[in-house]
Nanobody, 115 residues
Framework: QVQLVESGGGLVQAGGSLRLSCRAS????????MSWYRQAPGKQRELVAT???????NYADSVKGRFTISRDNAKNTVNLQMNSLRPEDTGVYYC?????????WGQGTQVTVSS
């Protein structure tokens, strides 16, 4: 059974930091591209950051310089370090694992940034 288990969400003040973690099981983790998405209320889900199987990274323009995505293949874990948080970063954050046609999602974790 494939599972993506997220942790680290919560409430934080603007300018603060938060680290999200996602641990995967049931997949050959190292070959999957791992991503974080987020969805604000009434908004479309958007891609925040990706780390590929080759360790390359990509970020949405809105988070460049503030967020860092990383993976630990030995622990089947992907992390998202979020610094200098803004109210517009508020939303449900989802962990995603993708390999060719295989696409899996975590349950989502709430991040709320107060002004």
């Amino acid at each position: 059974q494939v599972q993506l288990v997220e942790s680290g969400g919560g409430l934080v003040q603007a300018g603060g930091s938060l680290r999200l973690s996602c641990r995967a099981s049931g997949i050959t983790f190292s070959i999957f591209a791992m991503s974080w998405y987020r969805q604000a209320p009434g908004k479309q889900r958007e891609l925040v950051a990706t780390v590929t199987s080759g360790m390359g990274t990509n970020y949405a323009d809105s988070v460049k310089g503030r967020f860092t995505i990383s993976r630990d293949n030995a622990k089947n874990t992907v992390n998202l370090q979020m610094n200098s948080l803004r109210p517009e970063d508020t939303g449900v954050y989802y962990c995603n694992a993708k390999f060719v046609r295989n696409n899996y999602w975590g349950q989502g974790t709430q991040v709320t940034v107060s002004s």
